[in-house]
């Protein structure tokens, strides 16, 4: 910008400015912007179950601003789409999706050199009725391989403000490409509008706003403080240990500050925003798995859990759920909790009263004790049959539940519960209890309970449960599903049924799907893995 340029408004003044209302409708209702629309959610929604995946050789290593360096500080929502990330990203998610026939046959790339924007933007925009005006001649020259979509606070009108970020290699190109768009958008439209959508740059980036005003402000903006400069946007990207292909980032906070008059006056808002003030979320690729990995910044304290013995069931183990340091959670969790539930409903206490009284339990006291050091479920493959299922024996599979407290107050707890469920149902409970030096297991037959109670398995050293879940023993809360466990009882089940034969034959790489949560420092941190055979 030249010395003689005035310098630009505040910027909250800029991003909060009235903006005179639109002719003809909103964004959603013009051509142009339903087609930058489309573009940049096919290539976030659509296009994401293949569309991260390809290997250019000529920019492996290819480096330029992401998306959030081009959109303000001030924005509320963010996602980001690169379609060019680091090179190993690209082959472990090429990888990936080539263990399935489906994506092989349907991706409609021809092979891994194939460029995603010609295969998802080119194919949109050819399509269009626009006499002249091609992907090849007016888009392919100046597109990039990154885009964003920003949400910004509320400017007190009727609508949400949203800016997206389109990564471009030359400006005039890129202006001239738009322009002829707009321009097919006028001439084809049934009622054109006369609106053209506002275009500005920043960093390598057209800015697409509803107005030019909005469109000028937003970069005016960013290139005073663009969002990845911000210092919690960064701290949050920081914590989620390395971007993948698409990212997401929300500031609860800001978010329900601004836009507090579009939620339900009953919501917990103050709640809400103290636990959970920020979240990120990104979604990446090895060459054996899919991750979403994402983080909470809030009001969530670490505690000292003991190890989570989930690494120590049964290899053979098909499900797991263990949860570490439970009670702790319930009675730091609990009086907050209650104190929010008493501003929605002043009742909340009589109604708790009403329910200890009913059922003879005590809270928090009995769900701290239930939780305790540990809280686990299992389920093994024995028994996992079509003739075991449908015996109406459960005692011929195995599942079950340890919990690791007091065994004292777990036997109270269990024989306040069994006594409900008996009166309730009319029979005995029909399960296993076994005590323990550290607690008591509940199982559907006595061979399996002793199994629970003496945890001396060797699932955390499976193939299948590493290659979804890290460090189990240092987790707080697993949640592990061992699909290779029972893959023939499924896959013979699928043909037995009649299933198509590609529906067989993509169902079969799949190994694994693990979740995993821990507190570091100021996040909650959770993992999402799916995992496939190599």
């Known amino acids: 910008m030249a010395d003689s340029t005035p310098p630009p408004p505040p910027t909250d003044q800029l991003l909060s400015a009235p903006q005179p209302p639109s002719e ?11 087609l930058v629309l489309t573009v940049v959610l096919t290539l976030f929604v659509g296009g994401g179950a293949f569309a991260f995946f390809t290997l250019d050789p000529f920019h492996l290593f290819r480096s330029g601003p992401q998306a959030s360096e081009a959109l303000p500080a001030n924005a509320i929502f963010y996602a980001g789409v690169d379609l060019d990330p680091m090179a190993s990203q690209k082959v472990d998610a090429l990888r990936f999706f080539n263990h399935f026939p489906a994506f092989r046959e349907n991706a409609g790339l021809p092979d891994a050199q194939a460029d995603v924007a010609d295969s998802l933007v080119g194919k949109a925009i050819d399509k269009l009725d626009c006499p002249g005006v091609s992907y090849a001649d007016d888009v392919q020259p100046w597109l990039g391989d990154r ?61 697409i706003a509803e107005t030019q005003a909005q469109a000028d402000a937003y970069a005016r903006s960013a290139a005073d403080h663009a969002l990845a400069d911000e210092p919690a946007f960064k701290a949050d990207m920081d914590s989620l240990g390395g971007l993948g292909v698409a990212t997401m980032w929300v500031d609860v906070a800001g978010a329900v500050n601004s836009y507090a008059d579009l939620l339900p006056a009953t919501a917990p808002l103050d709640g809400l925003t103290s636990t959970v003030g920020r979240v990120a979320a990104t979604f990446r690729f090895a060459s054996d798995h899919i991750e979403v990995a994402s983080t909470v910044f809030g009001d969530t304290a670490p505690i000292d859990h003991d190890a989570n013995p989930v690494v120590d069931l049964p290899d053979s183990t098909v499900f797991a759920l263990s949860e570490s340091g439970g009670g702790q959670r319930v009675a730091a969790a609990w009086q907050k909790g209650l104190d929010q539930l008493r501003n929605g409903d002043p009742s909340v206490d009589d109604q708790i009263a009403q329910f200890e009284t009913q059922t003879g339990l005590s809270v928090p006291a009995d769900l701290e004790t239930l939780f305790g050091h540990n809280l686990m479920f299992a389920l093994d493959a024995r028994g996992l049959t079509a003739d075991g299922l449908s015996a109406g024996d459960i005692s011929r599979l195995d599942f079950g539940a340890r919990f690791t407290n007091d065994p004292a107050k777990l036997d109270a707890l269990y024989t306040k519960v069994s006594t409900l469920i ?16 550290d607690g008591i297991a509940v199982a559907s037959n006595e061979a399996y309970a002793d199994q629970l109670g003496q945890l001396d398995g060797t699932l955390g050293d499976s193939d299948a ?65 799916l995992s496939v055979d190599e």
């Open 422 to 437: 008996g009166a309730a149902t009319g029979t005995d409970v029909p399960l296993v209890k076994k005590d323990f030096d």
């Open 147 to 207: 885009f964003g979509l920003a949400v910004m606070p509320s400017t007190g009108q009727s609508g949400v403000p949203v800016v997206f970020a389109v990564q471009v290699s030359d400006e005039s190109a890129a202006r001239d490409g738009i322009a002829a768009l707009n321009a097919c958008d006028a001439a084809t439209s049934a009622s054109p509008t006369g609106n053209a959508i506002g275009i500005s740059y920043n960093n390598g980036y057209l800015l």
């Open 465 to 529: 449960f590493t290659s979804v879940v890290e460090d189990g023993a240092a987790q707080e809360l697993v949640i592990f599903f061992n699909f290779e466990a029972i893959k023939d009882q499924v896959l013979q089940a699928m043909v037995d049924d009649g299933a198509p034969q590609q529906a067989i034959d993509n169902v079969r790489p799949l190994k694994a799907f693990g979740i995993t949560t821990n507190v570091e420092g100021d996040y909650q941190h959770l993992t999402m893995r």
């Open 24 to 34: 003809g409708g909103t964004t959603a209702t013009r051509g142009l912007k339903v």
